[in-house]
């Protein structure tokens, strides 16, 4: 049974800091890219950031150079640290586990951060 498990959300004073974690099972961890997303109320889910299986990240504009997202391949964990803060980053985090060749899809249920003015 595959699961992605992601926590770590909170709430934070505008330019301040949370990590996001979210730990996979049931999956081959190490083939799979690993991405967050985020959905505020009233918007559709947009991506966030994505791992490669080797490591390499690419980010959405809006977060490049606050965010920085990373795995543990030991740990099936993919983390997602996030900087100066801001209240447009106020959103539900989602984790998704991606793997194209097989048409793998998974989600978590995700994670409140909200960011105060």
């Known amino acids: 049974q595959v699961q992605l498990v992601d926590s770590g959300g909170g709430l934070v004073q505008t330019g301040g800091s949370l990590r996001l974690s979210c730990v996979a099972s049931g999956i081959r961890f190490t083939l799979h890219d690993m991405n967050w997303y985020r959905q505020a109320p009233g918007n559709q889910r947009e991506f966030v950031a994505r791992?490669?299986?080797?490591?390499?990240?690419d980010y959405a504009d809006s977060v490049k150079g606050r965010f920085t997202i990373s795995r543990d391949n030991a740990k099936n964990t993919v983390y997602l640290q996030m900087n100066s803060l801001k209240p447009e980053d106020t959103a539900v985090y989602v984790c998704?586990?991606?793997?194209?060749?097989?048409?793998?899809?998974?989600w978590g249920a995700g994670t409140l951060v909200t960011v105060s003015s």
């Open positions: 998704n586990a991606r793997w194209n060749l097989v048409g793998a899809n998974y």
């Open positions: 791992v490669s299986p080797s490591g390499a990240p």
